[in-house]
């Protein structure tokens, strides 16, 4: 591997082209994710995840967050996009496990396992972002204490079907309005002997695939192929091997801008800091070949081969939640209110999302953006603790220095500010690190757009 990205490298500087390199692994750095539901929607991938908290030891796990992307490579967060509280009818917040969201006229429904064997919820709304509500008020399968893993297939005859469940493997057909359902559940004889949890059903050029996670553990992703959405399913092999870096696993598989991928999930951020397992986990991806026969090829264990597809514009307002990769960052959300003038509350103006605990040497980085027009200045929107400074670096961290932005002021936690900084004239497809400088935590960081002539 290392031979041919030398080699293209080569070609790229004799070219005079630019090298776009390669997402990192994992994809999310901020939060702790797991669980990952890709849906592809308008030429964007809508990425739905659970939520491991930060202190989980178990699985603590109160909402599902929504992550978008059209360059498979850097990643906008939207923070929460759901939890369990949108379920009046369940009595407990902890248990926000794998969901997947699918469009169906112009809607979007999610569907959900609640905890405590009480089934599995759906959720519906008007946009892939939310909000979502509870058409129903009770949950749409109560079948077993095996209902977790909920995924859905829409055939080409419009026939919806859901599937679930651990240790066995269950479906039923789906009404038309994707909250009800018609005929009896079953119960799959022909599941893959080594079929644990977590199924993807998905039809692709006239075979239907089943996707799953093998038998604990580690699990890894295994798959069976059928010539029907209700089966038989015959095992065809793995799509990934387990591995003891990662005890479990969950396949999430779409086809995008000409290529396929698949995500999942390890427990690499949990391992660079403790060498103790905690179910504190970390959404993957990886590009996936299809044979003639329709048959996948195995891939290694997570790695970072996916290739950026398509560039970023830096002239466009940018969040900065919107990074390829990030260490020591995380973001948050916080309401913000109208005032008046004895400073009370009014009417909720926003929720702002924004990066956060930002401290001496911590960066984000983002991939591929395009200078094609060159540059003159910056403008930064923060919200200023003790202040500080941002170092602006291309194609790696300690690469040339555009300009470093100042932040003066400090003891501004809500009062946010744009800050515009001269930069030095850049041409070119590049990597950019914001790498921040000073004392204590330094500042909070909304956004961020380039200008030029």
């Known amino acids: 591997m290392k031979s041919k990205v030398l080699v293209i490298l080569i070609f790229a500087a004799i070219l ?25 929607y308008n030429d964007t991938v809508f990425l739905y995840t659970g939520h491991d908290e930060d202190d989980a030891f178990g699985f603590k796990m109160l909402n599902w967050l929504l992550y978008t992307s059209t360059d498979m490579v850097n990643w906008t967060d939207h923070g929460v996009v759901a939890s369990l509280k949108d379920f009046k009818w369940i009595n407990t917040d902890n248990g926000a496990w794998a969901p997947q969201c699918v469009r169906r006229n112009n809607k979007f429904y999610m569907y959900c396992p609640v905890p405590n064997g009480m089934g599995i919820g759906v959720l519906v709304s008007d946009s892939p972002y939310g909000p979502f509500k509870d058409p129903i008020g009770k949950p749409l399968i109560h079948n077993s204490v095996h209902d977790i893993d909920p995924t859905v297939l829409i055939d080409n005859d419009g026939q919806a079907y859901l599937y679930w469940g651990n240790p066995n493997l269950y479906y039923v057909k789906l009404n038309e309005d994707m909250i009800s359902y018609s005929g009896e559940i079953v119960n799959e004889p022909t599941k893959p002997a080594n079929y644990q949890e977590a199924p993807w059903v998905w039809k692709r050029n006239g075979h239907y695939y089943l996707s799953y996670a093998s038998t604990c553990c580690p699990e890894g992703i295994g798959y069976a192929m059928s010539n029907s959405p209700t089966g038989p399913w015959e095992y065809k092999g793995m799509i990934m091997d387990g591995d003891q870096r990662s005890s479990g696993n969950h396949p999430g598989i779409i086809d995008y801008k000409g290529s396929s991928y698949v995500f999942g999930f390890n427990y690499a951020i949990l391992k660079q800091t403790m060498a103790k397992h905690y179910e504190r986990r970390s959404v993957c991806l990886e590009n996936i070949t299809y044979n003639a026969d329709g048959t996948i090829q195995k891939l290694p264990f ?43 509350k009014g009417k909720k103006v926003a929720d702002r999302l924004y990066v956060t605990s930002i401290h001496n040497g911590d960066y984000l980085k983002v991939q591929g953006a395009d200078f094609s027009k060159g540059i003159t200045s910056v403008d930064v929107n923060v919200a200023s603790l003790n202040g500080g400074k941002i170092e602006l670096h291309i194609d790696k961290i300690d690469g040339p220095i555009m300009g470093t932005i100042d932040i003066k002021t400090s003891g501004e936690g809500d009062l946010w500010k744009t800050v515009t900084t001269p930069v030095k004239n850049t041409k070119g497809v590049h990597d950019l690190y914001f790498v921040f400088r000073g004392e204590k935590e330094l500042f909070n960081f909304d956004w961020w757009k380039f200008n030029f002539k």
């Open 16 to 40: 005079n082209l630019p090298f776009v390199g390669h997402a990192q692994s994992p994809i999310i750095q901020t939060k702790y994710t797991a669980d990952p539901a890709p849906l592809v």
């Open 302 to 344: 997570w790695s970072k081969n996916v290739t950026q597809v398509g560039t970023l514009n830096p002239y466009k307002r940018t969040e900065a939640e919107t990074m390829a990769y990030s260490e020591g960052t995380k973001t948050e959300s916080a309401t913000e209110w109208e005032r008046n003038v004895s400073w009370n």
